[in-house]
């Protein structure tokens, strides 16, 4: 008995301590890293995580009733790995609180009610803190109901092995997928795509739940393959999904909350998290009752899904428009070195067919606000998905004087803070393929906000289902391609005093070139 009292407490002094080094990790990954950065540097810290949790876990399962033995060993390891830590912390540099003068909060749950949620947290990093914990949450109350449902068929032990082994093949697996996708880059519509992804595997794991328990223990819809091989495909489907977005969530708590605020704000999220794996500890139901789990993961990551659309719909938008033209197009690039990574601009572009905007979307990995036509945003279908795009409508003064000026004020407020502009300042798609006269509107917005201007081409669209030439456009099917190609190019940046329509249009005709 006192054994066991004394390795309870040990236990308990080690997570503590382990809770600070979980902390500090995030903490100083947001002082160490770019932006940029963030999401390779996150990407390994929860692959290490993982390899670090499965490296320890299986061992003392594989060894079973005979890991006393192996004490000793497991002692001597457990303090070397502290010492590399310890010297591999001597390498850190030295750092200061962005804070100095905040006083410690013992109840830091309390402090985000108060100060966080009552002066306005960012929605997203709210959400950001919520998500994170979702991902442990559901993943863990699925693999307790895998092992519960399908333990009776295979051995307990070797059956928790596959289990284990699946689930970090599918971290290992989406965190790869992530970094491909998002380029490195944060990318907040990796986000729901995971999650409607998951909740189509959990409602699978519903149907084999279901024959499982009406067929006496064996599925019958799938002849050759056994249950436990479709809910280790499931189960591997479900991580790989649910690890998509978890770069992209802690750099969203890492880099775009308050710094004065980080710290306690990242404390939340841990408690959060151990708030939800308790949860999910105390959820593993009988058997009997795994279909009704899996029926609630799949609503909730549906949930998940829509509150991430509420808080960046035009992140989300802008990635699925990244995966339907890459589906379509082959996108050619040249100069993006030339667009800013932040800060305010205006980039201008030749127009050339009703997908320019779209193809441009695809193309840069920054939120661009594209001026549009006030009629595009009445449209049913179309009109929907630009104004979540964040698009600006804009009339000219002879329909709408108003909505002309209150363009212009929308246009200078975001770039003010520090957003893209996307203009087409020709005003209309070319009917005959060469560039229209540029109108004096860019001019107008360089003046009034004097931000670098950044002329682009697009080269391959004119000729295209989309474009007018030889008659209206998106009238004749046989002028579909499939991964046709496209280029966009990209020219150096124009002072704004230097961003008048007629030097900005010899730029856009010379690097547009031949090719239209």
Known sequence: MQSAVLVTCALGVLTVLLTFLMHARHVLLSRLMAEDELVGGNTLLVAGGSLSLIGGV???????????????????????????????????????????????????????????????????SL???????????????????????????????SLLVQLAVVAFCGVIAGLCLSVVLSEGLFEFGLVPVGAVGQAFFTLDLVFLSTELATSGGAATDLPGISPNWRALADLFAFVALGSLSLPTLYVQLQARSDPRQRGRFLS?????????????????????????????????????????????????????????IHSFYRIGKSGFEHIPRSGPAVLVCNHVSFVDSVVIMAAIRRPIRFVMDHRIHQTPVVGFLFRHSRTIPIATAKEDPAMKEAAFEEVARALKNGELIGLFPEGRITHTGEINHFRYGVGRIVTETPVPVVPMALRGLWGSFFSRRDGPAMSRPTLLRWLAKVELVVGGPVAPENGTPEHLQEIVTELRGGMV
């Open 268 to 324: 939340c999220g841990l408690i959060i998290l151990a708030v939800s794996l308790l949860i999910a500890g105390g959820a593993a139901l009988p058997t009997r009752g795994a279909g009704t789990v899996f029926a609630g993961l799949a609503v909730c990551a549906l949930l998940v899904a829509a509150w991430a659309y509420r808080c960046e719909a035009h992140l989300i938008l802008r990635f699925l428009t990244w995966l339907l």
């Open 58 to 124: 299986l061992p003392v399962v594989l060894i079973g009733d005979g890991v006393g033995r192996f004490v000793p060993w497991i002692f001597l390891v457990c303090v070397a790995a502290a010492l590399v830590g310890y010297m591999a912390s001597r390498e850190l540099p030295a750092g200061r609180p962005a804070d100095t003068g905040a006083a410690i909060s013992f109840n830091p749950l309390t402090w985000l009610v108060r100060n966080g949620l009552a002066h306005g947290v960012e929605r997203t």
């Open 127 to 157: 959400f950001a803190l919520f998500g994170v914990a979702w991902f442990w949450l559901s993943s863990m109350l699925l693999f307790a109901q895998l092992w519960r449902l399908l333990g009776p068929e295979s051995g307990a032990q």
